[in-house]
């Protein structure tokens, strides 16, 4: 299939890039190297501009004939989403329109979206999400994903377009064979944090918040090993062309863990015992976010093969040891 890829560059769109290189497709990265990195290319052809430039992306659709867009380009840290709304806007919610807007244009009848858990925020009593459960952004972020669901679901409705909606929980670690990882610059996620410090890249980090109503009294995430996640866009592509239907779904495990749990894998795993620091909450953090997992199982016949938060950790080290070595 001839296919574009928004952000191939980045941590999720690299891993999603290096196994759909391996089927042999035809590949187009649109990456204008923000934050990721030329190295993570490991197929297909580049093109460095940013969405922002209509006329080149106008150029680029109609010079090739995609039969999918994969749109992994966007921002997404929650606490720069509260401090820069303008920017999530503009990069997850305008530019998206861009994308779709050039699918109906020049007919291009199947897109994959990078959406996420953030979308629930607080709405569901336990913190347990299932597609249905209310959708309540606590933050910019999550609000300029949702919005995009919504523009994919209302041209689904209007044209000859379907997507699935990949609503991400907690994405950390490293491919398994380590050709590539998470690189971004100035990472603020908590495995990657923590993996700094343990590093030595990093003297110590923060534990944002201790009086959430959790047993620890730190907020919980579903984390997801990102190879597994990278299975999940595979497989959504065979259900775009085969199933020729639109579907939002949760990717996550169904099971969580604490701030404190998580850095305490990563202090065990590592054989470090770097320091932290408690301080107060984070703007814009939910207490509690597990996905229910069953509709993408069910759907897709997606099975994730590293549901364990050592071998997340493990990869996510083993990633951070080799940057330190460069
Ligand atoms: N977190 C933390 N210290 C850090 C980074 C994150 O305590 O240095 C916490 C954060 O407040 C949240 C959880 O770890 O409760 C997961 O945050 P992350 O930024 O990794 O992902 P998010 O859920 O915001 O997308």
């Known amino acids: 299939m001839k296919i574009l890829l928004t952000g191939g560059a980045g941590y999720i769109g690299s891993h999603v890039l290096n196994k759909l290189g391996e089927q042999e497709h035809d590949i187009v990265v649109l990456d204008n190297l923000s934050t990721g990195r030329k190295e993570s290319i490991l197929y297909g052809k580049h093109v460095n501009f940013s969405i922002e430039e209509s006329k080149r992306l106008k150029e680029l659709f109609s010079n090739e004939n995609f039969d999918v867009v994969f749109h992994f380009a966007g921002s997404i840290v929650v606490p720069e989403s509260v401090t820069n709304p303008v920017m999530y806007y503009s990069n997850n ?181 770097f320091e932290t620091r408690q301080v107060g909450r984070r703007a814009g953090d939910a207490e509690k976010l597990i996905s229910k997992a069953d509709k993408i199982r069910e759907l897709l016949g997606w099975q994730p093969k590293h549901d364990e938060l050592d071998v997340i950790v493990s990869t996510a080290l083993e990633w951070e040891k080799i940057l330190a070595s460069k």
């Not at 009593?125 to 995009?148: A, F, Q, R, W």
């Not at 597994?228 to 239907?245: F, I, M, R, T």
């Open 93 to 273: 919610t305008v530019n998206s329109l861009s994308i779709i807007e050039m699918c109906v244009e020049f007919g291009v009848k199947n897109l994959i979206f990078s959406s996420t858990a953030a979308i629930y925020g607080d709405s569901t009593p336990g913190g347990v999400c299932d597609e249905n459960s209310i959708i309540s952004p606590l933050n910019p972020y999550g609000h300029s994903k949702y919005m995009t669901e919504l523009m994919l679901e209302s041209v689904s409705q209007a044209h000859d377009f379907n997507y699935v909606a990949l609503r991400y929980f907690n994405v950390a670690g490293a491919n398994i064979d380590l050709k590539i990882g998470q690189s971004t610059p100035n990472a603020t996620h908590l495995i990657k944090m923590a993996c700094e410090c343990a590093t030595g890249k990093r003297a110590s980090m923060q534990i944002f918040g201790n009086d959430y109503a959790t047993e620890d009294g730190t907020c919980i995430r579903d984390y997801i090993h990102v190879d597994d996640l990278a299975s999940a866009h595979v497989l959504a592509l065979d259900y775009l062309v085969n199933k020729k239907d639109s579907v939002s779904l949760n990717c996550g495990y169904g099971r969580g863990f604490s701030v404190f749990e998580v850095i305490d894998a990563v202090k065990r795993v590592s054989g470090v015992n």
